[in-house]
Nanobody, 122 residues
């Protein structure tokens, strides 16, 4: 069992930055691929980024070059550094965990955090 708790969301102006954190409890954190997803009002949940235990990273095209995912296995924490934020990045951001392999599909992830709101004003 893995429990995930996100933090770091908030209100920021367009062009600004935020850093999200996701703290995980449970064993074998380094064996999990960790993903970030987001869901805007009236839209489906979408993939943002993923990092494997081996620190390979994957990004949605919409955030490439602006967002960076990283992890600290010693602290059981994954981060999402978000730069050059745009109003269309406004959403609830969720952290998720999947055993071993990365995926861009939310159905492949077994564990989810409660989400943190990110609002980007124009």
């Amino acid at each position: 069992q893995v429990q995930l708790v996100e933090s770091g969301g908030g209100l920021v102006q367009a062009g600004g930055s935020l850093r999200l954190s996701c703290a995980a409890s449970g064993r074998s954190f380094s064996n999990y691929a960790m993903g970030w997803f987001r869901q805007a009002p009236g839209k489906e949940r979408e993939f943002v980024a993923c990092i494997t235990g081996g620190t390979n990273t994957y990004y949605a095209d919409s955030v490439k070059g602006r967002f960076a995912i990283s992890r600290d296995n010693g602290k059981n924490t994954v981060y999402l550094q978000m730069n050059s934020l745009k109003p269309e990045d406004t959403a609830v951001y969720y952290c998720a965990a999947r055993w071993a392999y990365w995926s861009a599909f939310s159905n492949d992830y077994a564990y989810w955090g409660q989400g943190t709101q990110v609002t980007v004003s124009s």
